[in-house]
């Protein structure tokens, strides 16, 4: 999954990118999670991405505090320890763990991978991790929470090798 201005995914299955009945599978920033809750961009209300995307977390931010903070500027607060920030990162990255957990229960993977700009800093990424495996029931705690090795380039990559099945 990847956490920016919204939240993509993809189930990946003996390598191969799982698309679906009309090719869309991976939708997973769509899923509800809060039932009539923050209204979205796609028209629905409560979805995954209102709750944990990093602009979810922005708009927290400035409903919170009036400031207009970026995930740099967020997260830079957030280390030195600004008592008004601290948490609203930490309810926001529990929203991100209740989001996991059900995937994880669906799916069952052996491996969640997690990218995005504001998942390059590592913390985040074990804290998710440690959240997570707290949450889900003790026969799905093999799940690995890892970032994603490309960083906020994957989606690019995933595109170019997207583009060579259309090349002879």
């Avoid at 919204?6 to 003996?14: E, K, Q």
């Avoid at 209740?98 to 990424?125: A, D, E, K, R, W």
């Amino acid at each position: 999954l990847t956490y920016g201005t919204g939240i993509g995914g993809a189930v990946v299955r003996d390598r191969r990118v799982y698309r679906g009945a009309a090719h869309s599978a991976g939708e997973f920033g769509h899923m509800l999670t809060h039932a009539g809750g923050r209204p979205c961009a796609c028209g629905n209300r409560g979805c995954y991405e209102a709750y944990a995307s990093a602009r979810a977390l922005a708009l927290r931010v400035r409903e919170a505090t009036g400031l207009e903070m970026d995930g740099r500027e967020i997260f830079r607060a957030f280390r030195m320890n600004d008592g008004r920030i601290v948490p609203i990162v930490a309810e926001w990255m529990d929203e991100i763990v209740y989001g996991l957990v059900n995937l994880v229960h669906i799916f069952n993977p052996s491996c969640v991978i997690i990218g995005g700009g504001v998942m390059s800093q590592t913390f985040i990424v074990d804290q998710i991790g440690a959240k997570l495996d707290e949450m889900i029931m003790p026969n799905y705690r093999c799940v690995r929470v890892q970032a994603a090795e490309l960083g906020n380039r994957a989606g690019m990559f995933g595109a170019y090798v997207n583009a060579l099945q259309f090349v002879d």
